[in-house]
T-cell receptor, first 114, second 114 residues
Framework: GAVVSQHPSRVICKSGTSVKIECRSLDFQATTMFWYRQFPKKSLMLMATSNEGSKATYEQGVEKDKFLINHASLTLSTLTVTSAHPEDSSFYIC??????????FGPGTRLTVL | AQKVTQAQTEISVVEKEDVTLDCVYETRDTTYYLFWYKQPPSGELVFLIRRNSFDEQNEISGRYSWNFQKSTSSFNFTITASQVVDSAVYFCALFTGSARQLTFGSGTQLTVLP
């Protein structure tokens, strides 16, 4: 059945390095995917909309040069956190709508920047 | 603008009790979709239900039931005979054509005690 996978599930990196997170739709194609960030005990905050074949759309306050998004194919979107700093530590979740327009979510990636 | 309010931040019940999670939404769109998601401690958001604005029929799925009332802009979720495995954060979300993105409520942390 339709599933959204996300990799890695957990990553620890040093300050100043870049981290890439992959989001894949399995058994369905998604021209649009969404990237969220979630702080502890908080709701999901939409960061950006990833569009296959065109530039991502970023929400207000999200630095596009820091959070690079590439929608490489109809089943893959990547989020790269560049020059990561401790304040970037968070839980990142991707989402893709199924052909039936049900937003499915990946299992999330917990990023810790030391 | 779209808004989803989950006034209950935390709820604690004893196993086998029934519990209702409240969700109130605001939108000027006449066509919209409402969702409920479950987020267990693992972090992954699990899709529970989607309801469109033209379908006010209540729905039951096993121990879960949903009460959609457009007159009060509410989409409440009831768990009957709760179980410890129901412990999670539950999010209500709204999708409208004008926003073209999910608007999440702040979530309700449900704890079911044995």
């Amino acid at each position: 059945g339709a599933v959204v996978s996300q990799h890695p599930s957990r990553v620890i990196c040093k300050s100043g390095t870049s981290v890439k997170i992959e989001c894949r739709s399995l058994d369905f194609q998604a021209t649009t995917m969404f990237w969220y960030r979630q702080f502890p005990k908080k709701s999901l905050m939409l960061m950006a909309t990833s569009n296959e074949g065109s530039k991502a759309t970023y929400e207000q306050g999200v630095e596009k040069d820091k959070f690079l998004i590439n929608h490489a194919s109809l089943t893959l979107s990547t989020l790269t956190v560049t020059s990561a700093h401790p304040e970037d530590s968070s839980f990142y979740i991707c989402s893709a709508p199924t052909p039936g327009l049900i937003p499915l979510f990946g299992p999330g990636t917990r990023l810790t920047v030391l | 603008a779209q808004k989803v309010t989950q006034a209950q931040t935390e709820i604690s019940v004893v196993e086998k009790e029934d519990v209702t999670l409240d969700c109130v939404y605001e939108t000027r769109d006449t066509t919209y979709y409402l969702f409920w998601y479950k987020q267990p401690p693992s972090g992954e958001l699990v899709f529970l239900i989607r309801r469109n604005s033209f379908d006010e029929q209540n729905e039951i799925s096993g121990r879960y039931s949903w009460n959609f009332q457009k007159s009060t802009s509410s989409f409440n979720f009831t768990i009957t005979a709760s179980q410890v495995v129901d412990s999670a954060v539950y999010f209500c979300a709204l999708f409208t054509g004008s926003a073209r993105q999910l608007t999440f409520g702040s979530g309700t942390q449900l704890t079911v005690l044995p």
